[in-house]
C-alpha cells in the first residue's frame, strides 16, 4: 500500500490518483476550473467555495481567506468547514459501511462519527451567528467502498491535523486557541487510528507533524471534488 498518500490523490469517486501531476505548471486559476470550481462560485449559500479563488490561494500567513471572516472568527470558520466536510464523510460511511466492516472499524466508524459531529458543535456554538453554512457533499465510493473510505479517512484525519497544525499560531483568543488544541488532539487520534487498522503508518509524517497554510489545505479540498454546492 503506498504510504505517501495526500489529500491531492483522493477523488470524489474514490480512485487514488496522482492530482499533482495533473496540475504541474499551471496557474492558480487553471487548476481550479480543471477541479470544476470557477472562482465565483459560492458553497453552502455563503462565500466559502469563492474563498477558493486563486487569490484566495496566495502564500502569505497562512491564514484562511479573508471571506471565512475577519480574525479568529475566519479562522473558526475555516475548521468548521473543514469539520462538516469530516461529519458527513462519516455519517454517510456509517449508513452504507458499518455492517460489512470488520470490528475495528466498526469502533473507528462509532468514535469518528460522534466525535467529527461534536467538533461541529463546538464550533457552530463557538460562531454563534457568524457560522457558514453546511456545504454539500459527493463522496462516491470514499462511503460506499470500504478500502476506498479506509484510504480515504487516513488522509482526511492527516489533513485536519496539517490544517488546525498550520492556524495555531495565527488565533489570538486563548479561549479559540483552547478550542482548536481541544480538537487536533482528537484529529491525530483518529489518523493514528485508522493508520493502525489499515497498516498506514501512525504519524504520517513521523516524529514530526507537518503543519500546511490554509491555501495549502483548500487547494488540496478541492482537488478531491468532493464538496458540490
Not at 46 to 61: D, E, I, K
Not at 133 to 140: H, L, R, V
Not at 158 to 185: C, D, E, M, R, W
Amino acid at each position: 500500500m503506498n504510504h505517501i498518500l495526500s489529500l491531492e490523490t483522493v477523488d470524489r469517486d474514490g480512485a487514488l490518483r496522482e492530482a499533482a501531476n495533473d496540475v504541474s505548471g499551471d496557474t492558480r486559476l487553471s487548476f481550479l476550473q480543471k477541479a470544476g470550481l470557477g472562482a465565483g462560485a459560492m458553497m453552502g449559500g455563503g462565500a466559502v467555495l469563492a474563498a477558493l479563488a486563486p487569490s484566495a490561494l496566495a502564500a502569505g500567513s497562512g491564514r484562511p481567506p479573508a471571506s471565512f471572516g475577519a480574525g479568529d472568527v475566519g479562522i473558526l470558520n475555516y475548521a468548521l468547514t473543514l469539520e462538516y466536510l469530516e461529519s458527513s464523510f462519516y455519517n454517510q460511511a456509517y449508513t452504507h459501511l458499518y455492517s460489512g466492516a470488520s470490528p475495528a472499524v466498526k469502533a473507528f466508524l462509532t468514535t469518528t462519527k460522534t466525535d467529527e459531529a461534536d467538533h461541529v458543535a463546538a464550533l457552530k456554538g463557538s460562531l454563534g451567528s457568524k457560522a457558514v453554512k453546511e456545504p454539500k457533499f459527493d463522496f462516491g465510493k470514499a462511503v460506499t467502498d470500504l478500502s476506498t473510505f479506509e484510504a480515504t479517512a487516513y488522509v482526511l484525519e492527516n489533513t485536519g491535523v496539517a490544517a488546525y497544525s498550520g492556524q495555531a499560531f495565527n488565533i489570538k483568543a486563548p479561549k479559540v486557541l483552547a478550542v482548536a488544541l481541544a480538537i487536533v488532539t482528537v484529529e491525530a487520534r483518529h489518523a493514528g487510528a485508522i493508520g493502525s487498522i489499515t497498516g498506514m503508518p501512525i504519524a504520517k509524517n513521523g516524529p514530526f507533524d507537518i503543519a500546511e497554510t490554509a491555501s495549502q489545505i483548500l487547494a488540496a479540498v478541492t482537488a478531491t471534488k468532493f464538496i458540490v454546492g
